[in-house]
């Protein structure tokens, strides 16, 4: 079956370290890949995808994530968190032989000053 | 292009009440989806349109829910005889033909049945 993982349900930093939220998804066929982020009571805000090509990708709000066929990881990495970063991050999966995307549990993102 | 639109953002209603949401997605995108998300959780599909026609329904959505996209322009998703467990944020999308583009969500609506 296909599913999709985020293993931290919590990760908490300070201001200007650095971040890694991580994906997991099964199913062997080329995933469309996507992350998400979620500010409470807000509808979610795309911030990157993947589908083909240079597996690094560049998204909005200086985050880029990395996609790993061997692992099966799409992780979303930015260098230097600012305190607006605090929200919900969602990796999204999608596949060929489905039009609807499978979405991962989420990770909440709280950012210390 | 004004986004995705839902109404209400809001909505309270006793159990046993029948309650409707509107979506009105971008206006070029011919698929729009319908999402429930719980306190916690990520997005849970529902069920989605290619244009008019409903194409795939989950498991999830029980015979007292029912979806329609009558003109492939705007969706209605109605929720009869509602129950506390039906109490959660539904997010409508809306995307071109192709899932490489992903979705642009609506800011969705939360349901609350007391």
């Known amino acids: 079956a296909q599913s999709v993982t985020q293993p931290d349900i919590h990760i908490t930093v300070s201001e200007g370290a650095s971040l890694e939220l991580r994906c997991n998804y099964s199913?062997?066929?080329?995933?469309?890949l996507f992350w998400y982020v979620q500010s409470p009571g807000q509808g979610l805000q795309l911030l990157l995808k993947?589908?083909?090509?240079?597996?690094l990708v560049q998204g909005i709000k200086g985050f880029e994530a990395e996609f790993k066929r061997s692992q099966s990881s799409f992780n979303l990495r930015k260098p230097s968190v600012h305190w607006s970063d605090a929200a919900e991050y969602f990796c999204a999966v999608g596949w060929d032989n489905t039009d609807k995307l499978i979405f991962g549990t989420g990770t909440r993102l709280q950012v210390f000053p | 292009d004004t986004g995705v639109s839902q109404n209400p953002r809001h909505k309270i209603t006793k159990r046993g009440q029948n309650v409707t949401f509107r979506c009105d997605p971008i206006?070029?995108?011919?698929?729009l989806y319908w999402y429930r998300q719980t306190l916690g959780q990520g997005p849970e599909f529902l069920t989605y349109f290619q244009n008019e026609a409903q194409l795939e329904k989950s498991r999830l959505l029980s015979d007292r829910f029912s979806a329609e996209r009558p003109k492939g322009s705007f969706s209605t998703l109605e929720i009869q005889r509602t129950e506390q467990g039906d109490s959660a944020m539904y997010l409508c999308?809306?995307?071109?033909?192709?899932?490489?583009?992903?979705?642009?969500f609506g800011s969705g609506t939360r349901l609350t049945v007391v």
């Open positions: 993947y589908f083909s090509g240079d597996t």
């Open positions: 999308a809306s995307s071109p033909y192709s899932l490489n583009y992903g979705y642009t």
């Open positions: 199913y062997g066929a080329t995933p469309y």
């Open positions: 206006s070029e995108h011919n698929r």
